[in-house]
């Protein structure tokens, strides 16, 4: 949709999440549910980045890694590196190739120089992980990364006023005197199409747009440059949620926010997105511009996504690709492609190699085997998968 | 069908309003279902006026809180009671009342100084009313709930959840069919000869096909998908399992105690199913006066019902088992029906082991075990994945090819409608604004309201179409707007609107709406 885009945001590497299973005699560990694994996009200044898929496959727990809600595994967020940092990691991660960290328990492998780049990306880590960062200045990144919560019926409490929901950030972050917070209080409100009257209501007065609306100015209050959308229309109906998707982007041309909109609804990420994200049982299937991904979708999952979503118009023929099956569970991911066992394209490699991330054209990544170069896993397809960091998105042609 | 009911207007073409009439299995008039809290009367439903014709689907959609679900409980007779009644209105079920007595089973008096009602039940009466409910519901009309996980009991399998219906509805044949196996019959031996050799040329085809023969055999229906699991589970070794299969044959068979047991109980059903033919010819008359004369069968079917029920779970031991075996494999039958590849298993398991999709296969399998005339699907999909979704839709227009059930969909999401539904009904606040075949709807749509629900909805095929939205939100239903009850939120609100409510007018074949800025004529039902 945009041609140029802004500096680099946000910029997720590698990132895995795994929360351990406990049980048997002293609950010991016994096995993982590998929620995340190893995803890497990049999130700019004031575009909207789609987060789509099914239940279970992750998509909520980016959301959180992504502010530091919890801690990740393994993997870095990088908050606005420089132009030159954000090189010199693309360059790192191409050389230590896509399969850098420990998985299933096994030692990475490493090329030669492998330990000197793993001590260049801590340094660089220490200074702009999210996850590395302390005291102030973890402070400061966390008034800039803000959230929406998918129900706005639990997620705003209801025994505080309205007005003290909103001004509640600030008071933590001590911005401004009472008087100049509840000020800025009213001017969020009217931001988001609320009467600052409502102000000295509690939340149970609201109706869930309403209160999505009250969730929104909270988001809002500390000025951040970042949100996660976690299904903000989802519990809403669909009058109230175009209300809602429409203050959104409003607000973005406003303030040049960037979302994360987390969504399993695709039409929505459909009008709200520049580019989305498509992940699968941890793992991102595909990657690309909005209009390329809705109009040419290559992985045989996203085509299903898009086939299965019903389209309001009646006289439309399309042709149905049914899924079999359900999602497997991710504690017990399937070998090779995670897809394979419901794939209507599946090959015997499927179940064997897993298929990298790989660049089709521009800003086009696909992780499948259908597609040439991405076959056994040898050192060209690793090269392929190494394309597919931040340094090649930035040439991307028009769509 | 008998005579058209009073309501009827009387027609030049008797005999095509008839063919009309009989070819509307559910007809819904001026339904008014309020709830008294103590914050005042909630008036969910206003006056709700609706018909399902025989196999088709009709889809009722509207946003959060405007009636829908409220709807299909009132036709179910599902309503919490108190705090919930029906007010008014007439639910006709193949032309007989499903609301008869109504009237009599309560008394409103308002408190004054407040907007609460007081409600005096009786309960008697409404006891008697559910009672001939029973006959309905499950068998006639079937439900599926919205949430899946709730829907179901957690402490009880699968096979006896789905079980207890196939026994409530098709205890008859059940029985039956138990009571004419003869699994030692002649043909039995060389059908499971049969059953094996095709089970080592690993064809389920012909296994299929010697199965049913085996069946035939042993004059047991279920015996066929019996064999067919115990063969399919183990392709590598079917020897193996002859002597499973003769054990559930040789389990199949009866002994003399059980025989006689099981006599009695057809005796009875007998008795049952006459009494019952008396009551659906009584329906089928239709007339509400006829109706009240049959009251004695009726309550008398209710009563021998409520005594299979009993006698079904408590008779000895040695009739229930070969019962439950009878259920359990129909049960299979039932769950492969609604594409279930692993049928035994999930009939063996418990809720809590299912997915979502797997759980609503199985209240689906569960609804239909009756063979209902009319399915009312209340959100089936709204709690389930995409890819899940397009799965159960799939299924639904399926079964609906298959079987002819009519489908009743509620559902907030317009994309569903559009590919299942053939009519669709739009609520707003407790009414139907506009009923419209769905193509209709979706290219030409009248009311306002439809035209804001649609021009609200993010299209995956037109991403660049501006999003418009209705301003405000869904009214509440104790002080309702006056006359239409849109206008507030209408963009072409005139002082009309405010004042009376739209009568429902004819705009085209099969195209009615409830809006002043058309002057069709006034639509009759």
New interface residues.
């Given amino acids: 949709m945009e041609s140029d885009r802004g500096q680099v945001l946000l910029s997720v590497r590698n990132l895995r999440k795994y929360f351990p299973i406990r049980g048997g005699l002293f609950s010991s560990h016994i096995g993982d549910v590998r929620a995340v694994d190893g995803v890497s996009f990049d999130i700019h200044k004031g575009e909207t980045v789609g987060l789509v898929g099914e239940s279970g496959c992750g998509k909520t727990t980016v959301g959180r890694l992504l502010l530091r809600l919890i801690e990740p595994t393994s993997g870095h967020t990088f908050y606005r590196p420089p132009p030159e940092v954000e090189e010199r990691l693309d360059s790192i991660y191409d050389q230590l190739g896509p399969m850098n960290l420990p998985d299933n328990g096994g030692v990475p492998k490493l090329p030669p120089n492998g330990p000197q780049l793993l001590q260049e990306l801590d340094g660089l880590a220490s200074k702009y992980s999210i996850y590395r960062m302390r005291g102030p200045r973890l402070r400061q990144i966390r008034g800039k990364l803000q959230i929406v919560f998918q129900d706005p019926f639990s997620s705003l409490s209801p025994r505080m006023l309205v007005r003290d929901i909103v001004a509640e950030p600030l008071e933590i972050h001590h911005m401004g005197t009472s008087r100049t917070r509840y000020q800025r209080v009213a001017e969020l409100m009217q931001a988001v199409g609320l009467n600052p009257d409502h102000l000295w209501r509690f939340p149970h007065e609201f109706s869930g747009g309403q209160r999505q609306r009250i969730g929104i100015a909270r988001a809002l209050a500390l000025r951040p440059d970042f949100i996660v959308l976690d299904e903000p229309t989802s519990a809403l109906d669909v009058s109230v949620q175009a209300q809602i998707l429409n203050i959104l982007t409003k607000l973005q041309k406003e303030q040049d926010l960037a979302y994360l909109f987390i969504s399993h609804h695709l039409s929505v990420v459909r009008a709200l997105s520049h580019r989305v994200v498509v992940m699968y049982l941890g793992k991102v299937v595909e990657r690309a511009p909005t209009d390329t991904l809705f109009d040419r979708p290559m992985h045989p999952y996203t085509q299903a996504l898009l086939a299965a979503i019903p389209i309001p118009d009646p006289s439309l023929n399309r042709e149905r690709i049914l899924l079999k099956g359900d999602v497997p569970s991710p504690a017990a991911p399937p070998p090779g492609c995670r897809f394979h066992t419901r794939c209507p394209a599946v090959m015997p490699v499927c179940s064997k190699v897993e298929p990298p991330l790989i660049r089709v054209q521009g800003d086009h990544f696909v992780a499948c085997h259908l597609f040439p170069g991405t076959g056994s896993g040898t050192g060209s397809a690793d090269a392929l998968a190494s394309a597919a960091s931040p340094q090649a998105l930035a040439s991307s042609p028009a769509s | 069908m008998g005579a058209a009911p009073a309501e009827a207007p009387v027609q030049p073409d008797v005999a095509a309003h008839e063919r009309e009439i009989g070819n509307v299995i559910l007809d819904v008039r001026n339904l008014r279902t309020y709830f008294f809290t103590y914050d005042g009367v909630v008036k969910a439903l206003d006056g709700v006026s609706l018909n399902v014709r025989r196999g088709e689907t009709v889809g009722l959609v509207g946003?959060?809180g405007c009636g829908k679900s409220v709807t299909a409980f009132s036709i179910t007779k599902l309503i919490a009671d108190p705090p919930g009644r029906i007010m008014d209105g007439v639910i006709l079920y193949k032309g007989a009342n499903l609301l008869w007595g109504l009237d009599k089973e309560a008394k409103f008096k308002p408190i004054p100084k407040t907007n609460r009602v007081k409600v005096r039940r009786y309960y008697h009466r409404i006891k008697r009313a559910q009672e001939r409910m029973n006959a309905v519901r499950g068998g006639g009309i079937s439900m599926i709930f919205q949430e899946p996980q709730s829907a179901l009991n957690p402490i009880f399998a699968i096979s006896d959840q789905v079980g207890e219906a196939l026994l409530l509805h098709r205890g008859e044949d059940i029985i039956e069919s138990i009571l004419h196996a003869t699994p030692r019959a002649p043909g039995v031996e060389p059908a499971i000869r049969e059953v094996v050799k095709a089970a080592r040329a690993n064809n389920s085809d012909i296994l299929a096909a010697a199965t049913e023969k085996l069946a035939e055999a042993a004059n047991f229906p279920s015996m066929a998908t019996q064999a067919f699991y115990i063969f399919r589970l183990n392709w590598s070794d079917p020897e193996s399992k002859v002597p499973e299969l003769r054990k559930a044959l040789d389990r199949a068979r009866l002994s003399g105690l059980q025989r006689s047991f099981l006599h009695r109980e057809s005796k009875r059903l007998g008795y049952l199913r006459e009494l019952r033919a008396i009551y659906l010819e009584e329906m089928r008359r239709g007339k509400e006066q006829r109706v009240a004369r049959s009251r004695v069968s009726a309550r008398s079917t209710a009563l021998a019902l409520r005594t299979l029920y009993f006698s079904i779970w408590g008779i000895s031991r040695n009739v229930r088992r070969p019962l439950n075996e009878e259920t359990f494999w129909r049960t299979v039958k039932l769950l492969e029906g609604v594409r279930i590849?692993n049928p035994v298993q999930v009939a063996r398991g418990y809720p809590h082991e299912l997915?979502g999709?797997?759980l609503q296969r199985v209240m689906i399998a569960m609804a239909l075990s009756a063979e209902p005339e009319l399915l009312i699907a209340d959100e089936p999909t709204t709690a389930l994945?995409?890819?899940?979704?397009?799965?159960i839709?799939?299924l639904m227009r399926d079964l609906k090819n298959r079987i002819g059930t009519a489908i009743m969909l509620i559902t907030?999401?317009?994309?569903?409608?559009?590919?299942v539904?053939d009519r669709v009904c739009v609520m707003y606040a407790g009414n139907i604004v506009e009923v419209a075949p769905?193509?209709d709807l979706?290219?030409h749509p009248l009311h306002p309201y439809s035209q804001?629900?649609?021009s609200?909805?993010?299209?995956?095929?037109q991403?660049d179409k501006k999003?418009?939205?209705?301003?405000g939100?869904?009214p509440n239903l104790i002080y309702p707007p006056t006359g239409c009850r849109f206008h507030p939120r209408c963009p072409h609100a005139m002082p009309i609107c405010k004042e009376s409510r739209p009568p429902m007018t004819v705009e085209g074949e099969g195209h009615h709406v409830a809006c002043f800025l058309y002057n069709g004529p006034v639509w009759k039902g």
């Fill in positions: 946003e959060t590849a997915s999709g797997m994945d995409v890819t899940i979704q397009a799965q839709l799939e907030h999401d317009l994309g569903v409608i559009a590919e539904a769905v193509r979706y290219k804001g629900l649609l609200s909805i993010p299209r995956m095929d991403p999003l418009e939205s209705i301003p939100s869904v």
